[in-house]
């Protein structure tokens, strides 16, 4: 009984996180991307150009598109598919058209560098969110999925092929500043996106090669109560037998097993690499002692 209130609490808690997701990329086109007349790609750059060349509302289009697209992807990629994109299909418009009467032609800024890091900082992290919570964001990501499932084209290439378009349909017309500033705006939001993607998961992977290593394991274990894991080799010049010691820590643990390490062997041989994701017992999972 407490299994299932806790698993309907966390998908009433991935459920909000998607709707405020949405809601923030609504507020963040409405206030900053919108008024400065920049350049996007997805289902809004579509929207924005059709707005600026026959006044069609923007979320009135973006309402339309979604549906459209999440019917395709039902059809194409199944049910389950067109429940984590229901979400975003309807409430990203809805607040749109929203927020669209309530500032109206409301002008925080007209500084477009502003507008620019604004619009990208509020799209990057609300796109981040909706994506982390599990959901898609639909619209303009279902046709390369379907284009995926039929044709096996890479989905990173469609991406970005169909947004290349998009921004050079948006190009007509518009001065050379625009079009750069839009530019700036699409590597910004991608940029937030990879970084929130990718935040809280990044750990540290340490491989050391000592004449202690026996030693240095003992300690990582017993003072910094890290998992490691034992590697035979053999050294490159004098072809001698070692053992190296592989762990994975937390970013901040560094200095602590640095210190340790040092104190032990000051010769050992290090290297640190930053890993974008861990999982495992110890980290995606409680630790088990014997």
């Known amino acids: 009984m407490e299994t299932n209130w806790s698993e309907r609490l966390q998908k009433a808690g991935s459920l909000g996180i998607v709707i405020l997701g949405n809601i923030l990329y609504a507020l963040a086109v409405k206030l900053f991307l919108m008024p400065a007349g920049l350049l996007t790609g997805g289902t809004t750059g579509i929207g924005l150009a059709l707005n600026r060349a026959f006044g069609i509302p923007v979320s009135s289009f973006v309402l339309s598109f979604n549906v459209i697209m999440l019917l395709i992807g039902w059809k194409v990629m199944g049910r389950k598919f067109a429940l984590t994109t229901i979400v975003s299909t309807f409430v990203y418009p809805i607040a749109l058209g929203f927020f669209e009467k309530l500032f109206g032609n409301l002008v925080l800024t007209q500084d477009l560098f502003l ?153 050992s041989f290090m290297v640190v690499n930053r890993v974008s994701e861990v999982s495992g017992r110890g980290f995606s999972m409680k630790k088990r002692y014997r």
């Open 115 to 267: 507008c620019t890091i604004f619009s990208g900082l509020g799209i990057g992290s609300s796109l981040g969110i909706v994506i982390r919570a599990g959901a898609s964001t639909g619209g303009m990501d279902i046709p390369p999925l379907v284009l995926n499932h039929y044709l096996r084209i890479p989905v990173s290439i469609s991406m970005y092929v169909f947004d290349f378009c998009i921004l050079l349909v948006q190009a007509v017309g518009n001065p050379p500043e625009k079009v750069m500033y839009g530019l700036i705006l699409v590597m910004t939001y991608t940029l937030v996106l990879d970084k929130l993607m990718l935040m809280g998961t990044t750990r540290t992977e340490v491989r050391i090669v000592s004449k202690h290593a026996q030693k240095i394991r003992e300690a990582i274990i017993s003072e910094m109560d890290r998992g490691v894991t034992m590697l035979s080799g053999e050294t490159g010049y004098l072809k001698h037998q070692t053992q190296m010691i592989f762990s994975v820590i937390s970013n901040r643990e560094l200095p602590r097993l640095e210190k340790l390490i040092h104190a032990i062997d000051p010769e």
